[in-house]
């Protein structure tokens, strides 16, 4: 069973730091696209970062980029997602995403995702 | 920045049908996919490639696409499918991924 568990989320103040984990299981994850993306409160889904299987490209949206690091690692079976600068727009469940390529074709979406993990940026 | 474009809400009875659309420039060129998310819950995938729907998805489910519209429909509405459906899709660079900004369907 695919399984994705995120840790690490919390209170920070703002301008403050913070790191997420997600620790995966039932697949092998040296195999996989992974991502980043977070749902603030009563609000809809953004994506922020992407990882390639490798570790070696990563991707960020705008609002993140310069703030947000995504990382891997493979021998662990985990992804990571180091938060700088975090400002009250940072306020959101954070959700590890696996991304599956289609065996067609240069396709692929999210298929199996965590069940989130909660940052609150509040003073 | 590049932008999908989805009702916010739609609301139906049971049993008729329910047409969730979202738009796009570059839909054209970038396949969809959409999301049911219920509350408490991670979202699901119900339709990939724009018409495709995965294994466990309830045949009522079904998708289309024609020019920068991609629509899902769900048909024989059920008290469960009451959840946000988001479209999922590339930008225009083709590497960043965009989300809709999500539409509420509502079971009457």
């Known amino acids: 069973e695919v399984q994705l568990v995120e840790s690490g989320g919390g209170l920070v103040q703002p301008g403050g730091s913070l790191r997420l984990s997600c620790a995966v299981s039932g697949f092998t994850f040296r195999n996989y696209n992974m991502n980043w993306v977070r749902q603030a409160p009563g609000k809809g889904l953004e994506w922020i970062s992407f990882i390639s299987s490798s570790g070696y490209t990563t991707y960020y949206a705008d609002p993140v980029r310069g703030r947000l690091t995504i990382s891997r690692d493979n021998a662990k079976n985990s992804l990571f997602l180091q938060m700088n600068s975090l400002g009250d727009e940072d306020t959101a469940i954070y959700y590890c995403v696996r991304e599956i390529q289609d065996a067609s074709g240069p396709y692929s979406w999210f298929d199996s995702w965590g069940q989130g993990a909660r940052v609150i940026i509040s003073s | 920045s590049y932008e999908l474009t989805q009702s916010p809400s739609v609301s139906v009875s049971p049993g008729q049908t329910a047409k969730i659309t979202c738009s796009g420039d570059a839909l054209p060129k970038q396949f969809a996919y959409w999301y049911q998310q219920k509350p408490g819950q991670a979202p699901l995938l119900v339709m990939r490639k724009d018409t495709e729907r995965p294994s466990g998805i309830p045949e009522r489910f079904s998708g289309s696409s024609s020019g920068t519209t991609v629509t899902l429909t769900i048909g024989e509405v059920r008290a469960e499918d009451e959840a946000d459906y988001y479209c999922?899709?590339?930008?225009?660079?083709?590497?960043?991924?965009?989300f809709g900004g999500g539409t509420k369907l509502t079971v009457l």
């Open positions: 999922l899709s590339a930008d225009t660079s083709g590497v960043g991924r965009v």
